[in-house]
């Protein structure tokens, strides 16, 4: 079936560590987002790439950093730097940038011990 | 500067009841898409709708209905005789074009008691 896959779905990590979530496409589309949910704050964007090998930040992209190498794949990885990194955390694409539909995966929640 | 309002933090109605969700969007751009989205507790987002500021039709689609109007700037999402499968959190979001950003509401978290 075609859509969104992130992993993995939960995740502990100590402080001062980095850590990689994964999310890859399989609906062959251009556009990739990172978003960052907490609870009563809405999605809040971290960064998006509109194609590969090119990305831009987004609203809160301190303390993150990511990689478009394949079309399929838009890993974010949570560095040291980001302070208060416990969230849950959300993949999507979309084939008509922004103006076209989302689709998420279901999500990755991070927690720092 | 854009913005969306889902004034509604958390609703709860009991089953068979019709629920409506408020969204209020603030954008000086005469070209903007408004969006409906859909968060099941298994956490994926689900596109519900989407509406592109040239086209204050109402929409009907089965049991949800939604209503533009730029006159008072609302998108508002209504479902009528609620299931307990609609408890979510619903987002409402706006995008000016396709190389923008998507701003998103705080999310309605509506409960739909059996």
């Known amino acids: 079936d075609g859509g969104i896959t992130q992993s993995p779905k939960y995740l502990f990590r100590k402080e001062g560590q980095n850590v990689t979530l994964s999310c890859e496409q399989n609906?062959?589309?251009?556009?990739m987002y990172w978003y960052r949910q907490d609870p009563g704050q809405g999605l809040r964007l971290i960064y998006y790439?509109?194609?590969?090998?090119?990305?831009q930040k987004g609203d809160i992209a301190e303390g993150y950093s990511v990689s478009r190498e394949k079309k399929e794949s838009f890993p974010l990885t949570v560095t040291s730097a980001q302070k208060n990194p416990t969230a849950f955390y959300l993949c999507?694409?979309?084939?008509?940038?922004?103006?076209?539909?989302?689709?998420f995966g279901e999500g990755s929640r991070l927690t720092v011990l | 500067a854009q913005k969306v309002t889902q004034a509604q933090t958390e609703i709860s109605v009991v089953e068979k009841e019709d629920v409506t969700l408020d969204c209020v969007y603030e954008?000086?751009?005469?070209?903007?898409?408004l969006f409906w989205y859909k968060q099941p507790p298994s956490g994926e987002l689900v596109f519900l709708i989407r509406?592109?500021?040239?086209?204050?039709q109402n929409e009907i689609s089965g049991r949800y209905s939604w209503n533009f109007q730029k006159s008072t700037s609302s998108f508002n999402f209504t479902i009528t005789a609620s299931q307990v499968v609609d408890s979510a959190v619903y987002f409402c979001?706006?995008?000016?074009?396709?190389?923008?950003?998507?701003?998103f509401g705080k999310g309605t978290r509506l409960h739909i008691l059996p």
């Open positions: 790439s509109q194609i590969v090998n090119d990305f």
């Open positions: 979001a706006l995008t000016l074009n396709r190389d923008d950003k998507i701003i």
């Open positions: 509406r592109n500021s040239f086209d204050e």
């Open positions: 999507a694409s979309s084939i008509g940038g922004t103006v076209g539909e989302l689709f």
């Open positions: 609906l062959n589309h251009d556009a």
């Open positions: 954008t000086r751009d005469t070209t903007y898409y």
